[in-house]
Nanobody, 119 residues
Framework: QVQLVQSGGGLVQAGGSLRLSCTAS????????MDWFRQAPGKEREFVAG????????RYQDSVQGRFTVSRDNAKNTVSLQMDSLKPEDTGKYYC????????????WGQGTQGTVRS
């Protein structure tokens, strides 16, 4: 059975940093594009960052460009999201998701991890 297990997150002051990790088991990790989403209370889930199978094709939501860094280590089946210069509006539950190339839907989702930024 495929699992995406997330770790990291927490509570931080504005301007601080958090690091999220997502480790996959049960499938060939390098076959999947990996994306990060977040959902704030009362809002829809939104795309935050994504990375291609080989660590290329990196994309960011405009609001996090220059502050967040997505990376992956296929040898460790892990994708990470380094979040710096955090703002209160970055608060939300963050999810990693795996998508096969060419497929519009995500095959697997992590359990979500909370990131809270205090002003």
């Amino acid at each position: 059975q495929v699992q995406l297990v997330q770790s990291g997150g927490g509570l931080v002051q504005a301007g601080g940093s958090l690091r999220l990790s997502c480790t996959a088991s049960g499938h060939t990790f390098s076959n999947y594009y990996m994306d990060w989403f977040r959902q704030a209370p009362g809002k829809e889930r939104e795309f935050v960052a994504g990375i291609g199978r080989l660590g290329n094709l990196i994309r960011y939501q405009d609001s996090v460009q220059g502050r967040f860094t997505v990376s992956r280590d296929n040898a460790k089946n892990t994708v990470s999201l380094q979040m710096d210069s955090l703002k209160p509006e970055d608060t939300g539950k963050y999810y990693c998701a795996a998508r096969e190339p060419g497929m519009p839907d995500y095959s697997y989702w992590g359990q979500g991890t909370q990131g809270t930024v205090r002003s």
